[in-house]
């Protein structure tokens, strides 16, 4: 990798750019925690919205969205990121309970407060990198609220396409323990060559028994999608032009690659888990989540 850790995502934090969208996601979750059949409650999520002037006047409850669950954007698209923030809470939780993993890292964390509320064992490490404007907008927030994180919390500023692996190994990361690693809602927006990166990162860093989920889109031509009402409403609703910010060049196999690494992988549809959780957006026609999925990785244990 090339560059250094100020690359151009502007210093906008959650302002603009690729940051806002840390803001859209966190909308959602807080609607999503108001919901009667909420799949994920985020106590936090509200806080980061009404405290940042790019999001004044977002809906923070299911009562405030106009047209409800027919909304695209506030309704089925937030739908899609409670479904999400519910199956990778219970796949980092599972990890650290069940399979062993000693930290975690948020790859792309953006206003995730998973480690201020999910129960973690006691000894574990969280560590969250993301751009360094955006870290800091979450600390003014969560000390504003004197949030205390449930296990040790170590934020690593830095770019993504940068040579990140230095920063995190600094900030106190222990490859000879083992890690549950999240790229949540980030790949699409890296160049292939940072998910490359990325993906080769994870293996080199990862000790046996490691895990890992990320999020990946597989249609061949994203643009084909580009009157859908999900992408549509996002643009005209909130600014955010999404296909403007989705990295436009063909994608690393990376579940492959892994796969070529040792690593056991399965792949979902979100659809998978609407059913087993019988709440979430389903298919629908011109439907911007269709080549969405969420892969789970496992490393062997030697
Ligand atoms: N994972 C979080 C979640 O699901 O709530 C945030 C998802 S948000 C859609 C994407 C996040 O990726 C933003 O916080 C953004 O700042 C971060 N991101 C995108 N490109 C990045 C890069 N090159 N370096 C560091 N962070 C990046």
């Known amino acids: 990798m090339t560059g250094t850790a100020h690359l151009n995502t502007g210093a906008e934090g959650v302002a603009g750019g690729v940051g806002l969208t840390a803001l859209m996601v966190a909308a959602a979750r807080a609607i999503e925690t108001h919901r009667h059949d909420s799949l994920a409650r985020d106590v936090y999520a509200e806080h980061f919205v009404l405290a940042a002037p790019a999001s004044a006047g977002w809906p923070v409850r299911p009562r405030q969205v106009e047209d409800g669950d027919a909304n695209p954007l506030w309704g089925r698209f937030a739908r899609y990121f409670g479904l999400r923030t519910r199956v990778l809470d219970d796949f980092l939780l599972r990890s650290v309970h069940e399979g062993g993993a000693r930290q975690v890292v948020l790859l792309g964390a953006g206003l995730d407060s998973r480690a201020f509320r999910l129960d973690w064992p006691t000894g574990r490490v969280i560590f969250e ?58 790949l699409f927006y890296l160049p292939g060559t940072a998910e490359t990166y990325l993906i080769d990162t994870v293996h080199r860093l990862s ?38 910010l989705f990295d436009g060049e063909p994608r690393p196999d990376s579940a492959g690659d892994l796969g070529s690494k040792g690593w056991s992988t399965s792949v979902h549809t979100p659809f998978d888990f609407t059913h087993r959780h019988g709440c979430g957006p389903l298919p629908e026609p011109n439907d911007a989540l269709e080549g969405n999925r969420w892969v789970f990785a496992d490393k062997p244990r030697r």
């Not at 600094?170 to 790229?183: E, I, R």
């Open 129 to 186: 990198i993301d751009q360094e404007e955006v870290l800091a907008f979450k600390h003014q927030v969560l000390g504003g609220l004197s949030a205390t994180p449930k296990a040790a919390r170590v934020t690593v500023p830095i770019d993504l396409r940068a040579d990140w692996a230095g920063a995190l190994t600094g900030a106190g990361f222990d490859p000879a323990a083992p890690t549950v690693w999240l790229a949540e809602g980030l």
């Open 207 to 244: 000790a046996g028994g490691s895990a890992l989920a990320y999020e990946v889109k597989l249609e061949k031509n994203l643009l084909d999608y580009r009157d859908s009402p999900l992408y549509t409403a996002t643009k005209h609703q909130i600014g955010i032009d999404l296909l403007n």
